[in-house]
């Protein structure tokens, strides 16, 4: 498959930054926007008892149904209705891609509006991997990403971000991910959404609220959410220094990703414009204050390109810039960039890979290459344009 990329007329003016989403097309509200306290308001203003809230919940969470017929412990009358109200349809599937042999599969959504998202399941041995939207296109206009290319449609709810999650566990649930049974780990593990990292469409920390919102649902224990361990959480940003310091005091030890893609301001003022707003040095410091914060370590994100960002000296000033904030808090992450049709940025070579890595880990930086799985089905990171 290729991914199209929008015609030039519908694409952000070079550097141009995108805080504010287009108002448009605001998903109904789900059950999974609220708290469980929300939830029992809700049913009761409905009319409906507030333990109801519960009910639902479960059946949602745990069970992961929205067919009525299946949720015998409500009453009959008017069982319908209420949970067409709760749950309503949030994603529409258009798509379903794999690769790998079946253990990598991207799910292309249509929303309520028309907007589209996609997400990426990803079975590794012992884990499985989503790789989750947090907004229908992108507001920070890296060059080198074909969802930064296609420019912002709009931010997702909550329940849009978790449905995201939910559907992909319906999928693992009914075996349909290969490799369930001859990975390590227990079958029930096999069966599970173990890590979830918001690095699909979107940077996650401009929708603040509702990326937020949204891990909750996913740490919350059942009924509030899936239960999954915040430490499988990972979020992703290009740093936004005032939005990471307030995750930090959230209180949920989710893991930080920073997307540096290079250690001068120079060109990552070119790479990755939201380095006109807080330079290299302030996206550092405020990694470090998170780390400082949670006691995670935080991972930092290099696209490898071909010529542009791949030098020696751009790796030995990584280490230096890392390694003088202290030691042991980071992990970095080189990734050969992803090829994006009609672009002129490409991967760098093996070997200029290698030294990169090299010269991190002479600087005692733990280094590791992280794969690029997906890439065939344009479901790798820079690649998710949603396009049918
Ligand atoms: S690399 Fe990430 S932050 Fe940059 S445009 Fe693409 S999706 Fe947005």
Redesign the pocket.
Known sequence: MTTELPTPSTRPAPGTLTFSAPRRGKAPTHLADLDMAGRRDWLTELGHKPFRADQVSRHYFERLVTDPEQMTDLPREGRDELVGTLLPQLLTPIRTLSTDDGATVKQVHRLHDGAMVESVLMRYPGRVTMCISS?AG?????P??????AGLTRNLSTAEIVEQVVAAARYLRHGDLAGGTDGAGSTEDALRVSNVVF?????ALANYRKAVDAIRRLVDPSPGGLGMSARGVTM???GLVPAIDKLGREGIPVTLAL?LHAPDDELRDEL?P?NTRWKVDEALDAAYRYYETTGRRVSIEY?LIKDINDHAWRADLLGEKLNARGRGWVHVNPIPLNPTPGSKWTASRPGVEQQFVERLLAHGIPTTVRDTRGSEIDGA??Q?AATV
């Open positions: 907004q992108c507001g920070m206009n890296c080198f990403c074909a969802t930064g290319q690095m699909g469409m979107g940077e992703s940003t290009v997307s990755v939201i696209a990171c820079g998710l």
